[in-house]
């Protein structure tokens, strides 16, 4: 079946620096991409929708230049959280379909803890 | 029995039983719907779908009934056994909205063994 593979799994970093998470399908190609930050016993939050080759589109309320994606290739998918801050501090999930209405495929997440 | 904590609505059952988990959806223009179970740690994982042109769908172990009237969707798990103890949530998605899946709060169920 399809795999999404995230990485890293988990990721401690100092407040003030920048991290990067890549997204990758690892036996399809994909079109769009959707990041998601999801807070302990919450639902997930749809941050942005990416597509290959195109700017990132993000919902309402969530800052484009502190969440920096880029969707260079139709495998991989990176999301750059900037100048983190501990209240940046979430479980990051991405997710890929590889086209149309086919189904949605989700990675393992990456736990990011800014101290 | 089932309970609203902080954040997360939690729902405990004996192992054998029926589980059955409750979502209200907020958009009557969505057209596909989805279950997932979310283990600690990990992503979300499918369990079953329904096409809002249908009002039940049953996978193996798991039915799905959905009724647009009230805007409603419920999983039902049959024999409930302790590795389905996780959170599920329902995800639906709107009609022309890019393929972009909204998640719903979410219910904890625990399997008592």
């Known amino acids: 079946g399809a795999v999404v593979s995230q990485h890293p799994s988990r990721v401690i970093c100092k407040s003030g620096t920048s991290v990067k998470i890549e997204c990758r399908s690892l036996?399809?190609?994909?079109?769009?991409m959707f990041w998601y930050r999801q807070f302990p016993k919450q639902s997930l939050m749809l941050m942005a929708t990416s597509n290959e080759g195109s700017k990132a589109t993000y919902e309402q309320g969530v800052e484009k230049d502190k969440f920096l994606i880029n969707h260079a290739s139709l495998t991989l998918s990176t999301l750059t959280v900037t100048s983190a801050h501990p209240e940046d501090s979430s479980f990051y999930i991405c997710s890929a379909r590889e086209q149309g209405n086919s189904p949605l495929h989700f990675g393992n997440g990456t736990r990011l803890t800014v101290t | 029995g089932e309970s609203v904590g902080l954040h997360l609505p939690t729902l405990s059952v004996q192992e054998g039983d029926n589980s059955i988990i409750n979502c209200a959806y907020s958009n009557s223009a969505s057209d596909y719907f989805i279950w997932y179970k979310q283990e600690s740690g990990k992503g979300p994982q499918f369990i079953i779908d329904i096409r809002s042109n249908m009002d039940k769908r049953q996978g193996q172990r798991v039915t799905v009934l959905l009724n647009k009237t009230v805007k409603h969707l419920s999983l039902q798990i049959a024999a409930t056994q302790p590795g389905d103890s996780a959170v599920y949530f329902c995800a639906e998605r709107g009609y022309n909205q890019g393929g972009k899946l909204i998640f719903g709060q979410g219910t904890e169920l625990s399997v008592k063994p």
């Open positions: 036996d399809f190609q994909a079109t769009t």
